[in-house]
């Protein structure tokens, strides 16, 4: 599958949804939201100084035209926006001109507020300052304990149950998930693949270890994880424990499974233990294997939102932002 294109034909049956970018000063960002505005995929909206953006479009041929670029501190909008936020939050207003006029915050309040669909940023931003604004502005869904994220991988040479696609899941926001936690990850990861991607969920959980082959308290959490979510009675696919090699290698997981699963070789999500076997891994991919990289995308908020890794590409934003469109 080309995810893109995919993404592309899902995108034009829809209505045209709009992506407010914050960090709209950054040459990466002004080139994917040029391309997304070249080919009518999102209404792309920049957030920064005005005569810096235009100034970088202009050296590439574009002009104020082409895309709508805002600066929060000149907004009409920015006064509306502190008084809401303070408001409802029962602060002084005083605290509000210190928080809103960021560009992280100034976006999420456009999201909440409907005039944009979703916010894609992340590119100068730690991901713990994304995951703060939208905490802070969009909230969790009701049936979320936390929120976490996925990477979706394009592989070159990889054949799996959805050719060189893999989702590796949680990169980027819970260092060390309980129980509780990781099976809440697994859950959301696999609803946000079957709705964004139209996959049918596949769903290992990993470990160094596969059905019991080692005794440790780290394979006890994910035994714990897996029991949790059978409370859910889900209606796709998972298992786990599973080695990495018995989770998308069909030989090597019916040899260590003795063919008792549905699941190994044939996984499209991978649920890893925690975020440094995940971070690891997905970067490892990314840089020995020539991996597209999208994400990480977040799940469990309110609203439509996605962060990036600092080192995104010009297409790893674009694919980024059409996944957060289509959320």
């Not at 009675?233 to 260590?256: M, P, R, S, V, W």
């Amino acid at each position: 599958m080309d995810i893109v294109n995919y993404l592309k034909e899902k995108i034009k049956k829809e209505d045209l949804k709009t992506i407010v970018f914050p960090e709209g000063e950054n040459l990466f960002i002004i080139d994917a939201a040029l391309e997304l505005r070249r080919h009518q995929l999102v209404n792309p909206i920049l957030l920064g100084r005005t005569d810096e953006i235009l100034e970088k479009m202009k050296s590439k041929g574009a002009s104020i035209k082409d895309i709508r670029i805002m600066n929060p501190h000149t907004e009409d909008t920015l006064d509306y926006y502190i008084k809401k936020y303070c408001a409802q939050r029962m602060m002084p207003e005083a605290v509000g001109k210190k928080i809103i006029p960021q560009p992280l915050y100034f976006s999420a309040m456009m999201v909440k507020e409907g005039v944009a669909h979703g916010m894609v940023a992340g590119i100068n931003h730690p991901t713990e300052e994304v995951i703060m604004a939208s905490e802070l502005i969009f909230g969790l869904q009701e049936d979320i304990h936390v929120p976490s994220s996925f990477y979706l991988l394009d592989i070159p040479g990889f054949k799996g149950d959805q050719k060189n696609l893999l989702v590796f899941a949680d990169p980027s926001i819970n260092p060390d998930p309980s129980p509780q936690e990781l099976a809440d990850i697994a859950y959301a990861t696999a609803l946000s693949t079957e709705n964004l991607l139209g996959w049918e969920p596949k769903l290992a959980f990993l470990s160094f270890s596969t059905k019991g082959s080692a005794n440790h308290p780290c394979v006890t959490k994910v035994k714990e994880a897996m029991e949790i979510l059978n409370k859910k009675k889900c209606h796709f696919l998972y298992d786990g424990e599973l080695q990495a090699d018995a989770a998308i290698n069909e030989t090597i997981g019916n040899k260590k499974t003795k063919g008792s699963s549905l699941v190994a070789g044939k996984a499209n999500i991978l649920i890893f233990p925690n975020l440094d076997a995940c971070n690891i891994s997905s970067k490892l991919v990314q840089q020995l294997a020539h991996a597209k990289f999208y994400g990480p995308i977040l799940q469990g908020f309110n609203y439509p939102v996605s962060d990036l890794s600092r080192g995104a590409t010009v297409e790893d934003i674009l694919g980024t932002a059409l996944i957060t469109a289509t959320k």
